[in-house]
């Protein structure tokens, strides 16, 4: 995300349009409009502001309903007059309570997804730890012990998952304290993986490939 309001064009009012869509499922869910001032805010804390032009004035989305949206990428148009804001909404982003401003019955779907493309962010990361080696990453430190000290690590971490799920599994266990458990052990274990096919030179895509032939198998 590289993108300062002297990349933008701009309209005659000092403002451009802004579509926000959902991180997880690319939902669109509202429209509204970013001065050079806004665009600013949204970049230095993260949550999304706009331009009211009702208010004529700087509106950080949810400062009264809490509704906020928090920034996870910003791109631009080819003509560099329109923004495309990915968001992680917090409630409802329509005035109405509901999720998106394009539902006039106020029926927009739930997220029904997973929230996989987060993984593209998390991989995007981890290339560019491998690519410019700054101090002081963790991510550098795996890399640099070449591959015998990732897959050390994803060996741990593929044990430490089962341990967790038979944790969860066990009679009278509370759900409430090894679900989350499970889940942070497989998190652990899906970066740990990651970094292992970047120090491998392989990309992702490659393992997705592979799983799409076998899904039509």
């Known amino acids: 995300m590289t993108i300062a309001p002297g990349d933008v ?5 000092g403002l451009v349009p802004a579509v926000v869509q959902d991180v997880v499922d690319g939902r ?3 429209v509204a409009w970013m001065s050079a001032e806004a665009l ?3 970049l230095s804390t993260g949550e999304v502001h706009f331009h ?3 208010r004529g004035r700087l509106w950080r ?3 009264t309903s809490g509704n906020v949206l928090r920034l996870v990428d910003l791109s631009l148009d080819c003509d560099a007059d329109a923004l495309l804001v990915t968001a992680d909404p917090v409630g409802p982003t329509c005035h109405r309570g509901v999720r998106s401003c394009f539902d006039p019955d106020g029926a927009a779907p739930e997220r029904t997804t997973q929230g996989f493309a987060w993984l593209e962010t998390l991989w995007s990361t981890i290339a560019s730890r491998a690519a410019s080696r700054p101090p002081r990453s963790y991510t550098v430190s795996l890399l640099e012990g070449g591959v015998d000290a ?3 690590k994803v060996a741990e971490e593929a044990t430490e998952v089962v341990l967790a ?4 599994a066990a009679p009278g266990t509370d759900r409430a304290v090894t ?16 970094v292992l096919l970047a120090e491998r030179g392989t990309a992702p895509a490659e393992v997705v490939s592979a799983l799409r032939e076998r899904h039509h198998r």
């Open 179 to 194: 679900q989350p458990r499970l889940a942070e052990e497989t998190a652990d274990l899906l970066y740990h993986a990651l």
């Open 150 to 152: 990732v897959a050390r």
């Open 40 to 42: 600013s805010a949204t």
């Open 52 to 54: 009211s032009r009702s």
């Open 28 to 30: 669109v869910l509202m």
């Open 9 to 13: 064009r701009f309209g005659a009012d």
């Open 165 to 168: 799920a038979k944790d969860d």
């Open 61 to 63: 989305k949810g400062e």
